[in-house]
């Protein structure tokens, strides 16, 4: 992993093992940036929130670490090992000239650059300058969730003549995509993206809770907790400005105009965790003095509870149509707004 500093690269570093540790992998980190202050301790950070080992022998030779690396992953059984090297403010021959001892070092089957799709002209020259110095294999374009419209994307591809493999899509570290031309082409165009909307919803929900969803709406036993569990299981999907840009006919730049609030969901859970067992059993009971109760345990005015009860309502009642419609077995919840 190879980029400027500030492009995301340690993050994206984490990212990634963390994407591949999902498939089954056994990835271990390498920390080789051994002057940025605190990157390695970045790192660890990092690992240790996606649950992967991060391999470090402090400011040693970074071609010293990368070969105790290697040697420790065979060892202990790491099949993918990512090393996150030194970045710059800018591109110099102490640099590249380390990039490249680590690289021969390595012998990496992949060496991708991290670029800020945000800086615009300046990710297609630094793209160039590190593809023809270290002929790299493939670029991690980030901030791709921000105003850029995919053109950096673009222009990457044209003057490295090297593929874009992910996107950095958030700044959580489930935020990171496979890059698909034909899926960036159709968001420009504001044509959505539906492939990229199913395969989230397929990661974050469960099959089994799905078919226990559909029980209960066909036994008409669906409750508040139940719904509660849907919204846990939206914001896993990522952001409500992301999920509307992928569906057709929403124009993602229009978007940023539409102040779509990211806390409304938030705001839904505090009203639910506020109600006590019986009363997210039985809504009915909610009479005007339970409301004001929970009205100041959420922070959440009464009319945003009444809201919420009739959405609850008219769910229960459009669930139930498909329930009955449907086949045994064959019904999915996408989600429960």
Known sequence: MCGLQGSGKTTHTGKLALMYKKQGKSPLLVACDIYRPAAIKQLQVVGEKVGVKVFEKGTQDPVKTVKEALKHAKEYGHDLVIVDTAGRLHIDEVLMEELKRVKEAAEPTETLLVVDAMTGQDAVNVAQSFNDLLDITGVILTKMDGDTRGGAALS?????????????????????????????????????????????????????????????????????????????????????????????????AKLKDAKIDEKAISHLEAIIQSMTPAERVRPEILNSS????????????????????????????????????????????????
């Open 156 to 252: 990457v591809r044209h003057i490295t003549g090297k593929p874009i493999k992910f996107i950095g899509t958030g700044e959580k570290l489930e935020n990171l995509e496979p890059f698909y031309p034909d899926r960036m082409a159709s968001r420009i165009l504001g044509m959505g993206d539906v492939l990229s909307l199913i395969e989230k919803a397929q990661t974050a929900f469960d099959d089994k809770q799905a078919e226990e969803l559909e029980r209960k709406f066909r036994e008409s036993t669906f409750t508040l907790d139940d719904y509660l569990q849907q919204f846990s299981q939206i914001k896993n999907m990522g952001s409500l400005e992301q999920i509307m840009g992928m569906l057709p006919g929403v124009n993602p």
């Open 290 to 337: 339970r409301k004001k109760r929970i009205s100041a345990g959420s922070g959440r005015p009464v009319e945003e509870i009444n809201r919420l009860l009739k959405q609850f309502e008219q769910t229960k009642d459009l669930m139930k149509k498909f329930t009955k419609k449907g086949k045994k077995g064959k019904f999915r919840i996408p989600f429960g707004i």
